[in-house]
């Protein structure tokens, strides 16, 4: 069975190369443990004005929680002002939101659509009336967040520290305990936060922002003239834009948003596929110029920034499904040997996926497991939910093979998602929880 042997020493260099170009994650996992205390951000005298930008569409069952809890924060009122753009709406999005505080803008364009669109129609729209020097910086938020009364002082403690051009926050759930899809979301975006970009922060390196919540200062707005992030994943593509440019990217995690994880198959299924999907058109776009900038970018820190987000971007999904693929292809190869030396080739090959299969497994649970460990007084759920959720996590992560391999082949364009009042979720956990 030398075959087996050489396939199997492959598949050795395979994923040793991953655990090598990976393998930095487990190190900021690492520190993230031993320096689990996070430093009080200091005082400041110093008080920025802010743009609240909330990109909406069709979302008046839910946005007026959004708008009350900004309206609550515990930031001077005249310092900030909240905006929502009524994206292509059919229901009363628009009306609600002004009878919550904000200015609205109505926006209708059938051609240009999506969050990124809607975002660079709204900065010109501030900026014709406001000038390019009014607001300090733009925070924007997606219509089913609610904010932490103090999110916006504690960013405005981080930005008066200097340095960042952009800020990336904590992102916490409203519904960590609906079903196992919602929690391994917020498990998921809990350890992007605390074990990624806080270490990403603490080192000097550069963070990523993650879709909501997240800050950007006038002066890159001007410098990009608005938002010119189009991509299914426009976060990301404004995350690496931004760290080709030079920009630091940093993170707050006192500033706390609760955001609403999908509950259903159908909805996650239709999210991730076009989050794969985006990070294909970033990565034809930027790889090649990221693997450039490697080596033509000063300093330490910044290498380390390309290197982490050109990882961020690259497949690793496609990489291990290529390889499970091309396992496949060898079973089904092996049809053509002898009776008794095929089946003992594909019990081998069976149990050398299967031991695949189990070390992603437990590689997850771990994951989850650290996760909920560091943040247990964070996730609002009662303990016995903290813990049961763990040892699904892995389940969500698997799927995204499936969706990985779909993404390739078809074309995705955004669907939106049904999102619920603090009242609807409550009710939801009752029905859908199992």
Same mark, same amino acid.
């Given at each position: 069975?030398?075959?087996?042997?050489?396939?199997?020493?492959?598949?050795?260099?395979?994923?040793?190369?991953?655990?090598?170009?990976?393998? =930095?994650?487990?190190?900021?996992?690492?520190?993230?443990?031993?320096?689990?205390?996070?430093?009080?951000?200091?005082?400041?005298?110093?008080?920025?004005?802010?743009?609240?930008?909330?990109?909406?569409?069709?979302?008046?069952?839910?946005?007026?929680?959004?708008?009350?809890?900004?309206?609550?924060?515990? =930031?001077?009122?005249?310092?900030?002002?909240?905006?929502?753009?009524?994206?292509?709406?059919?229901?009363?999005?628009?009306?609600?939101?002004?009878?919550?505080?904000?200015?609205?803008?109505?926006?209708?364009?059938?051609?240009?659509?999506?969050?990124?669109?809607?975002?660079?129609?709204?900065?010109?729209?501030?900026?014709?009336?406001?000038?390019?020097?009014?607001?300090?910086? +733009?925070?924007?938020?997606?219509?089913?967040?609610?904010?932490?009364?103090?999110?916006?002082?504690?960013?405005?403690?981080?930005?008066?520290?200097?340095? +960042?051009?952009?800020?990336?926050?904590?992102?916490?759930?409203?519904?960590?305990?609906?079903?196992?899809?919602?929690?391994?979301?917020?498990?998921?975006?809990?350890?992007?936060?605390?074990?990624?970009? =806080?270490?990403?922060? &603490?080192?000097?390196?550069?963070?990523?922002?993650?879709?909501?919540?997240?800050?950007?200062?006038?002066?890159?707005?001007?410098?990009?003239?608005?938002?010119?992030?189009?991509?299914?994943?426009?976060?990301?593509?404004?995350?690496?834009?931004?760290?080709?440019?030079?920009?630091?990217?940093?993170?707050?995690?006192?500033?706390?948003?609760?955001?609403?994880?999908?509950?259903?198959?159908?909805?996650?299924?239709?999210?991730?596929?076009?989050?794969?999907?985006?990070?294909?058109?970033?990565?034809?776009?930027?790889?090649?110029?990221?693997?450039?900038?490697?080596?033509?970018?000063?300093?330490?820190?910044?290498?380390?920034?390309?290197?982490?987000?050109?990882?961020?971007?690259?497949?690793?999904?496609?990489?291990?499904?290529?390889?499970?693929?091309?396992?496949?292809?060898?079973?089904?190869?092996?049809?053509?040997?002898?009776?008794?030396?095929?089946?003992?080739?594909?019990?081998?090959?069976?149990?050398?996926?299967?031991?695949?299969?189990?070390?992603?497994?437990?590689?997850?649970?771990?994951?989850?497991?650290?996760?909920?460990?560091?943040?247990?007084?964070?996730?609002?759920?009662?303990?016995?939910?903290?813990?049961? +959720?763990?040892?699904?996590?892995?389940?969500? &992560?698997?799927?995204?093979?499936?969706?990985?391999?779909?993404?390739?082949?078809?074309?995705?364009?955004?669907?939106?998602?049904?999102?619920?009042?603090?009242?609807?979720?409550?009710?939801?956990?009752?029905?859908?929880?199992?």
């Amino acid at each position: 069975m030398a075959f087996l042997k050489m396939f199997s020493m492959f598949a050795t260099v395979i994923f040793a190369a991953l655990i090598i170009v990976y393998g =930095y994650q487990m190190i900021y996992v690492l520190i993230s443990m031993i320096h689990r205390k996070v430093k009080l951000l200091p005082d400041t005298d110093q008080k920025n004005r802010f743009a609240i930008m909330v990109s909406a569409r069709n979302e008046e069952g839910v946005i007026f929680e959004l708008l009350d809890s900004l309206n609550n924060m515990h =930031y001077p009122r005249n310092l900030f002002d909240i905006y929502v753009i009524a994206d292509n709406c059919t229901d009363e999005t628009a009306e609600v939101s002004r009878k919550h505080g904000a200015i609205v803008v109505e926006r209708f364009n059938n051609v240009k659509k999506g969050k990124g669109y809607a975002l660079h129609d709204l900065y010109h729209e501030i900026i014709s009336h406001k000038g390019h020097d009014y607001y300090d910086a +733009y925070v924007v938020f997606d219509a089913d967040n609610l904010v932490d009364p103090d999110f916006l002082m504690e960013v405005n403690k981080k930005w008066a520290t200097g340095g +960042y051009d952009a800020l990336t926050t904590y992102r916490n759930s409203k519904n960590f305990s609906t079903n196992w899809l919602s929690a391994a979301y917020s498990i998921w975006f809990m350890h992007e936060a605390r074990h990624l970009n =806080y270490v990403r922060d &603490m080192i000097g390196a550069q963070c990523m922002i993650s879709g909501t919540g997240f800050v950007v200062s006038e002066h890159v707005m001007k410098n990009n003239n608005g938002w010119p992030f189009y991509f299914l994943t426009e976060d990301i593509q404004f995350s690496v834009d931004s760290t080709l440019q030079g920009y630091r990217i940093g993170y707050v995690d006192s500033a706390i948003l609760y955001d609403e994880q999908p509950s259903t198959m159908k909805q996650s299924w239709n999210q991730r596929l076009r989050w794969a999907k985006g990070f294909y058109q970033i990565d034809l776009k930027y790889l090649g110029t990221l693997a450039k900038a490697l080596f033509t970018v000063q300093g330490i820190r910044r290498k380390i920034g390309v290197y982490d987000v050109m990882m961020t971007c690259l497949p690793c999904t496609l990489l291990t499904v290529g390889f499970a693929g091309m396992a496949l292809f060898v079973l089904a190869g092996s049809l053509y040997m002898p009776y008794y030396v095929r089946l003992l080739f594909q019990q081998d090959m069976i149990s050398l996926l299967c031991n695949m299969l189990l070390g992603t497994w437990q590689t997850m649970v771990i994951l989850a497991s650290l996760t909920v460990a560091s943040e247990w007084d964070r996730i609002p759920t009662a303990n016995r939910d903290k813990l049961k +959720y763990i040892w699904i996590f892995p389940m969500y &992560m698997l799927t995204y093979i499936p969706i990985t391999i779909q993404a390739l082949f078809t074309k995705v364009t955004w669907k939106p998602i049904q999102h619920y009042s603090t009242s609807q979720l409550a009710a939801q956990r009752k029905t859908l929880n199992y």
